[in-house]
């Protein structure tokens, strides 16, 4: 369902960022590329967590309070 699909995002961050650690360990014409899409695949996953939220949080105050600065 959508309620897990943050967690299971955050999951594919967390998994594709230490991977950046392998980088040096690779020759140079690949090491570019692995860094790429390691970064790329981050911030795929990063935007199927932090789209949800945002409209969690626009979606979810009540009436009165929508359109007020947080904080």
Known sequence: SSHRRPALAMLGVGLCLPLVC???LLKPPLNLYFLLSVYVAAGFCGGLY???LTSFIQLR???TDKGR???
């Open 69 to 71: 600065i947080l904080g």
């Open 50 to 52: 932090l789209i949800p």
């Open 22 to 24: 392998a980088v040096p």
């Open 61 to 63: 105050p009540a009436a």
